[in-house]
């Protein structure tokens, strides 16, 4: 079963940079059983809120909406040609839990185009349900990083103009 508390002070350890020795917690652990990676779409039920972000998003930028995981509810701008994701605490998405490695991923934008690439994270990326080393990000795609199941949402100014090939 998941775990979906929110977590307290005593939960959050951060590294203070001394190398404290061989038995530092600066490991990434592995998901336990095959379960924990499966894919079940979610619905379309957004909050008003979440809409509304959506909605007033510029070309160019794109939103990630953490749909499950310890940090649900987050919302991420996506707003350079690269931001990082990992549990390194200088990461543009800091997830603070062990399933994340530190370097986990970049998502990269190239237009009004992006694109998640994996860091040769020891647990994967997921892009709908399937593990990928890099992948296109369109409207809705559901983005698994460690424990945290995330959607991407482009500009809806982005979704009008059709792509050129």
Request: aromatic share 6%; hydrophobic share 35%.
């Amino acid at each position: 079963m998941e775990d979906n508390r929110r977590p307290g002070a005593d939960d959050i350890r951060r590294g203070n940079g001394t190398g404290g020795g061989a038995r530092d917690s600066d490991t990434t652990q592995t998901f336990g059983h095959d379960s924990d990676l499966s894919f079940v779409p979610f619905g379309s039920e957004l909050a008003e809120a979440e809409l509304d972000a959506i909605e007033a998003l510029p070309s160019g930028a794109a939103l990630l909406l953490v749909r499950s995981g310890p940090t649900a509810g987050a919302r991420y701008l996506l707003d350079a040609d690269v931001t990082t994701v990992g549990r390194h605490p200088e990461a543009d998405i800091f997830f603070d839990d062990v399933t994340v490695s530190r370097r986990h991923a970049e998502i990269t934008r190239t237009g009004t185009a992006f694109e998640l690439v994996d860091q040769r994270s020891l647990n994967g990326t997921y892009v709908n349900g399937e593990r990928v080393d890099r992948a296109a990000l369109t409207n809705g795609s559901e983005v698994r990083i460690g424990k945290f199941r995330l959607n991407f949402f482009v500009s809806p100014a982005d979704l009008l103009q059709s792509p050129v090939e």
